[in-house]
């Protein structure tokens, strides 16, 4: 059965071109020596990614790159995904075949419909090198006896390998002939190459791609500017066979549903975020006394399932104390001198509440997680 569907298969078919473009020939950042390295490399700066879709780290003893994913949520395995520790929300390092240790690429691009000169320059030229996908058109021809159910598909892509150089004569285009030039960007005729190459019979990774064919040609074109950008124009056709059936994870074969309906408590949080919440306990009594145990609890951490029944703890008079939950049910104690700024979060864990001490008693306890509470019982919904 094919992966690709009459309505997204163009798009499936980009991001696979992009992927396989990527993984051979995109930069690599520093290796790597093993997976606790790579867990141990910072990913996130005080409140923003350090890493980009897609980027590229070989891992020495696995003897193949992991790629950044910024939306995955998976949970690490120790295997094919790896979580940071300093991620607690989506983010994680995912396992590839490619074993390529280098690449020289700033970055592919899927670039369609604008091609006003300002905005070639800003979007493809100031990337170079890079590679540039353009989706041309498509055709299909329909190869079931049912209307419009199964297509043989050809679809069209112009890619463009863009390179700088600043050499005279046939350098500009075949590229320099010194190793520490041409490592950083081997010119237009080499990169066109290596693109050809790398996609020529390629299945890219997709169910319903028979092959990608070179078609029409390729050139070099040189942009007569100071810049001197020279471009490898490069047409291909992907070979595929596209259905007009559901997507699986659209299907609408389901009987029946199990719904429970849940309650959220957003507290400082601006949507609800199903990978860190408190589903019930970690909670601190008020009244007199500064020793407290709190209550066992169930929570989710970073995607992870957790159940605990914390320590006996004496609270320090005259504090603000925040609990942070950790991945494995521990709970870390950060105190603030009251007026003070609110202190960080232990890195990886989930801060679920705050408690507030004077002289000689807790006098408040709130949560600072979102809370997700089940009411009702559970119900079960037919598929008529």
């Known amino acids: 059965m094919s992966d690709l569907y009459l309505d997204t298969a163009v798009q499936s078919i980009q991001r696979a071109l992009q992927r396989t473009i990527s993984r051979a020939w995109r930069k690599r950042l520093p290796p790597a020596t093993d997976l606790p390295a790579l867990r141990a490399r910072r990913a996130w700066g005080q409140s923003s990614p350090l890493r980009d879709d897609g980027d590229l780290i070989y891992v020495t003893a696995e003897g193949v790159c992991f790629e950044w994913s910024q939306v995955t949520t998976a949970a690490d395995d120790g295997a094919s995904v790896i979580k940071s520790d300093d991620t607690t929300g989506p983010g994680r390092w995912l396992r590839t075949t490619e074993a390529r ?10 670039h369609n419909g604008d091609f006003r000169p300002e905005v070639v320059d800003e979007r493809i030229f100031s990337q170079s090198p890079c590679v540039a996908i353009h989706w041309i058109d498509d055709e299909d021809d329909a190869i079931s006896q049912a209307p419009g159910a199964l297509y043989d598909s050809r679809i069209r892509f112009q890619i463009w390998c863009v390179s700088d150089s600043k050499r005279p004569d046939s350098e500009g285009s075949i590229g320099s002939s010194l190793t520490s030039e041409a490592d ?3 010119g237009a005729l080499v990169s066109l190459g290596r693109i050809k190459k790398t996609l020529a019979g390629s299945r890219l990774g997709l169910d319903g791609v028979k092959y990608v064919e070179l078609r029409g040609g390729s050139r070099i074109e040189s942009v007569e500017d100071e810049d001197r950008h020279f471009v490898g124009a490069l047409g291909i056709e992907v070979r595929a066979t596209i259905t007009n059936g559901n997507d ?11 719904v429970q309906v849940a309650a959220a408590s957003l507290r400082r949080a601006a949507a609800f975020d199903a ?8 909670a601190v009594a008020v009244g007199t006394g500064l020793t407290r145990t709190p209550t066992a609890g169930v ?3 970073n995607g992870v399932s957790v159940s605990s029944t914390p320590d006996e703890r004496t609270f320090t008079a005259s504090r603000y104390t925040y609990r942070d939950l950790a991945e494995d049910g521990s709970l870390a104690y950060v105190e603030q001198v009251p007026g003070e700024p609110e202190p960080d979060i232990t890195a990886g864990a989930l801060r679920v509440g705050v408690t507030i001490t004077d002289a000689s008693s807790i006098t408040g306890d709130f949560y600072t997680a979102t809370t997700l509470t089940a009411y009702r019982a559970p119900f079960v919904v037919e598929n008529s």
């Not at 699986?248 to 199990?258: F, G, H, I, K, V």
């Not at 990978?275 to 970690?282: I, K, L, M, P």
Request: hydrophobic share 35%; charged share 15%.
């Open 248 to 258: 699986p994870a659209e299907s609408d074969s389901w009987t029946e549903l199990q």
């Open 299 to 301: 929570a989710v951490v």
């Open 101 to 110: 240790q280098t690449g020289y690429l700033n970055s592919v691009i899927i």
């Open 184 to 186: 950083i960007d081997p």
């Open 275 to 282: 990978e860190n919440y408190v589903a019930s306990g970690y």
